[in-house]
């Protein structure tokens, strides 16, 4: 629901400032990266702005020198002029972005999402067609995943908001989110904008790479453990798929 309802909220924007973005953690082994494929599957055949898809696993970029595939090598440098991985949104400005373990990345390569997700837009190394040295990613759609559990927020109802870790009361806004038993007469912008929050203050209390850009995020979305039901689903198709190699029909 979260992400379907974000998403149609994205597409209606005639002018964005900048792209929408998702965060989805939980568990490996749950869907994540499978279900934004589905979404990107799906985009693809939109009838006004088909989509096209670009899948990056950010396992393989923990070295601060990684950047370079994004954005291209500096002139100069081996490589330079060569496809960088962002490329793609200059032959269509319609892109869904998904990049797999987030916490993965190389902190440089955080700066840089940092930018996009801030402004819509970051520097390309080399001339683009349109004779500029920067991307625009405003009517793109990002998505990140992480194996971070960031659910253990939900046992604290009162938040602090503001830009100091520490700050007097006096000086904070407090926030009190309902409890779970009246989740049920929330609208489903409230849930995503409860839930996303507890989340975000999850990821700012962790240690790491990716505090700072957790404030960017539009949303977060929560990956269960599968129930058994839906593991025999998956099973399945995974014979049925599996058969069809093998020309079975």
């Known amino acids: 629901d979260t992400i379907a309802y974000q998403t ?3 597409l209606r924007k005639k002018d964005p400032k900048k792209p929408v973005s998702f965060i989805c953690y939980g568990p490996p082994g749950i869907g994540k990266s499978e279900l934004t ?4 599957d799906i985009l693809s055949h939109h009838p006004d702005t088909p ?4 899948f990056v696993d950010l396992n ?11 954005t291209g090598p500096p002139p100069g440098y081996i490589g330079y002029g060569n496809k960088a991985i962002f490329d793609v949104v200059v032959e269509n400005p319609y892109t869904v972005f998904i990049f797999d373990e987030l916490d993965k990345a190389h902190p440089e ?3 840089i999402f940092m930018a996009i997700l801030d402004e819509g837009r970051c520097v390309s190394q080399k001339e683009l067609p349109n004779h500029s040295h920067e991307y625009d990613f405003k009517h793109c759609i990002f998505i990140f995943t992480t194996n971070y559990d960031l659910s253990a927020s939900t046992s604290t109802t ?3 908001i503001g830009f100091s870790v520490e700050c007097s009361p006096k000086n904070a ?3 009190q989110y309902k409890n779970d038993s009246a989740q049920h007469k929330q609208t489903l912008p409230q849930r995503i904008y409860a839930e996303t929050e507890r989340a975000r203050m999850a990821l700012i209390n962790r240690t790491g790479t990716l505090q700072e850009i957790a404030s960017r995020f539009t949303c977060f979305v929560e990956f269960k453990p599968l129930e058994d039901s839906a593991k025999i689903r998956i099973l399945a198709k995974q014979i049925v798929e ?8």
């Open 37 to 40: 494929k589905a979404l990107a």
């Open 242 to 249: 599996t058969g069809m190699e093998y020309g079975v029909r």
């Open 173 to 175: 806004v407090e926030v």
């Open 51 to 54: 989509f096209s898809s670009s």
């Open 60 to 70: 393989s970029f923990r070295e601060s020198f990684s950047v370079q595939n994004f």
């Open 109 to 111: 390569i955080i700066k």
């Open 158 to 160: 009162k938040r602090k």
């Open 8 to 10: 149609a909220m994205a």
